[in-house]
């Protein structure tokens, strides 16, 4: 059995240092270029086979839904993969300028979002995935994935160190361990990391979960020509407590949008599509409604449910094996709706690449300890956010934490505050750098945010959408030509000018 060195000051990149990594989702992908830096050889193992083109694969059933990446994490995966957007472009990346990349429709009315005037590009998780494992095999010749590899548990050596992985090759072929000097778990909602921690003397895990009864369902359709293009994205929030129907559509690569609905509270769209068209119709915003029934389908419709939401606390317990962390979703997986998965990713991956510079400099000791509570920090706030929404849902449970009233007071000001960004542009764009993640939620609580409530507030016309949004002539016209005409008015949202 090896003897691990990572427990040795002065860690860096030396003579056959070995990491592992499992999972290759986004979080395992980012964690494994990371690790890059440090390693001379770095593994990641999954038990999907990888495609080779940019398509779904079977463990992964979530890629058919739709997930955005938030500008902030869009920063980071450039900061570490220079140059991927002119891949994804090659890839048919969608392309937009002076466009709102997300439009948001909070519980009171569309937000007047400002366009951002810079170019940026569209894409799937799927593709993004894609591209970067493509790059990682093709860029570092120390890496090595190994896919149909089932992670069985962990090996341990003197003093109960972490020196390797368990393992099964489905195809019957290969070593049943894999030594290494440091493990990262990065395998996702299904994390056996509790378990395994429990068997090696460290458990339990302390948790707290949030049962939302999320269910979703989604469909790729072909963008109609002509489509104008004032937003890429948009979000339709659901409106507590009467209306548990949420809705999302992404422009994508090669000219097609990505659709997903979704309910609270058991609330699941059907999967018919009957059912389905009549359940964006029902949104609090038609907007979703009038594009998808203009839009040719391209493929069938998908459901699927993550009912629980969990954060778990690793770094509250007692004591911890060196060798041994855990990143992503394994740690904390939030509700999907909010879009926070990808991003949350990128940002755990900023938190290894510090911990492992400080402690190549000998100034951190106790490198696992030390990231799994820096990573307890940068996960704290998006579930704060996310609990904090999920919450104002009847009938959703919570174990594990008891809703403080600071958190009701402040869900009630993030309430009054959209009522004045529907009039106030300057609101609207503060909250988006928030859901964005270029922000900190306390600028919603600052004096200048504050003031610019109360102005709106004392105008008379808090909660009104703000009427100078028109709906652009070019959409009305593609919406009265076509084949099934609405009944009702559209919405589309409103458009910036």
């Not at 570490?80 to 948001?104: C, M």
């Not at 458990?203 to 004032?230: D, H």
Request: hydrophobic share 40%; glycine share 10%; with cysteine.
């Amino acid at each position: 059995m090896r003897e691990s060195r990572l427990a040795r000051p002065g860690y860096g990149l030396g003579r056959d240092r070995r990491a592992v990594v499992i999972g290759s989702g986004l979080a395992g992908l980012l964690a494994a270029r990371v690790l890059l830096d440090h390693f001379d050889q770095v593994t990641i193992l999954d038990r999907d086979r990888f495609p080779d083109a940019p398509e779904h694969r079977k463990g992964v059933p979530q890629s058919y839904h739709a997930h955005g990446l938030l500008l902030h994490g869009r920063d980071i995966i450039e900061q570490l993969f220079p140059d991927i957007d002119t891949e994804l472009r090659a890839h048919g990346a969608s392309p937009a300028r002076d466009s709102v990349p997300l439009q948001v429709v909070c519980p009171f009315g569309p937000l007047p979002i400002t366009p951002m005037p810079d170019e940026f590009i569209m894409y799937s998780r799927v593709l993004l995935e894609f591209l970067l494992r493509q790059r990682l095999t093709r860029d570092y010749p120390h890496l090595q994935v190994l896919p149909e590899v089932d992670a069985l548990g962990l090996l341990t050596g003197a003093g109960g160190q972490v020196s390797g992985v368990r393992v099964r090759h489905r195809n019957g072929s290969g070593p049943d361990t894999l030594e290494s000097d440091l493990v990262v778990d990065a395998s996702g909602r299904g994390s056996k990391a509790p378990e395994w921690l429990a068997t090696l003397g460290y458990g339990p895990v302390p948790e707290q979960s949030i049962t939302s009864g999320i269910g979703y369902a989604s469909r790729f359709y072909a963008k109609p020509e002509g489509f104008p293009r004032y937003w890429t994205g948009v979000v339709i929030n659901g409106r507590s407590p009467h209306n548990r129907r949420a809705g999302l559509i992404l422009d994508v690569e090669r000219g097609q949008w990505h659709v997903t609905l979704g309910g609270f509270a058991n609330a699941a769209p059907p999967l018919d599509e009957t059912g389905f068209l009549q359940w964006a119709r029902d949104l609090p915003d038609p907007t979703i409604y009038e594009a998808i029934r203009i839009a040719r389908p391209l493929t069938p419709i998908r459901g699927f449910r993550t009912p629980t939401n969990r954060l778990r606390h690793f770094d509250r317990l007692p004591g911890w094996p060196t060798g041994f962390v855990v990143t992503g979703d394994a740690v904390c997986a939030f509700n999907p709706i909010y879009g926070q998965g990808m991003t949350v990713a990128a940002t755990d991956a900023l938190v290894l690449r510090t911990c492992l510079r400080h402690y190549a400099a000998g100034t951190e000791p106790g490198f696992e300890r030390a990231f799994q509570r820096r990573l307890a920090t940068n996960v704290a706030i998006p579930w704060f956010v996310a609990s904090m929404e999920d919450l104002r849902w009847p009938g959703v449970e919570h174990h594990g934490t008891t809703p403080q009233l600071g958190t009701t007071m402040a869900r009630r000001w993030i309430d009054l505050m959209l009522r004045a960004a529907v009039r106030n542009r300057h609101l609207a764009d503060k909250y988006v750098d928030v859901i964005m993640m270029n922000a900190h939620p306390r600028v919603l609580f600052s004096p200048g945010v504050i003031a610019r409530v109360l102005t709106v507030a004392v105008s008379g016309k808090i909660g009104i959408p703000s009427q100078e949004f028109a709906l652009p002539d070019p959409a009305l016209a593609a919406l009265r030509d076509a084949p099934t005409p609405s009944s009702q008015p559209v919405s589309l949202v409103q458009r910036t000018p």
